[in-house]
Nanobody
Framework: QVQLVESGGGSVQAGGSLRLSCAAS????????MSWFRQAPGKEREFVAA????????YAADSVKGRFTISRESAEKMVYLQMNSLKPEDTAVYYC????????????????????WGRGTQVTVSS
């Protein structure tokens, strides 16, 4: 089993910054990708950013490119999401997710490629 625990959410004004953290544990950890997804009220869960665990290569949704940065500390099994220039439309519950070992760069954007999820952390951005 793999456990993922997010932290760092909160409330900020538009233009502010937050840093989310995700701690992974468990002897079964063998993800290719660690990602952040988010879900706003009444909307479907959407991909935010991913990092390839072995090289650190990153991927980001167009809506957050240039504002959000994902990174990882492989030795500590930590994943981070630095969020700058936050907008009200970034308001959502943010989830950390660990992919299957077979996930590729083609399908890392889809939630069904992830078999472990954290409980989520709320991010609220006010205008």
């Amino acid at each position: 089993q793999v456990q993922l625990v997010e932290s760092g959410g909160g409330s900020v004004q538009a233009g502010g910054s937050l840093r989310l953290s995700c701690a992974a544990s468990g002897r079964a950890f063998n993800a290719n990708y660690m990602s952040w997804f988010r879900q706003a009220p009444g909307k479907e869960r959407e991909f935010v950013a991913a990092v390839y665990w072995y090289t650190g290569r990153t991927y980001a949704a167009d809506s957050v490119k240039g504002r959000f940065t994902i990174s990882r500390e492989s030795a500590e099994k930590m994943v981070y999401l630095q969020m700058n220039s936050l907008k009200p439309e970034d308001t959502a519950v943010y989830y950390c997710a660990a992919s299957r070992p077979t996930t590729s760069s083609v399908n890392l954007y889809y939630s069904d490629q992830y078999n472990y999820w954290g409980r989520g952390t709320q991010v609220t951005v006010s205008s």
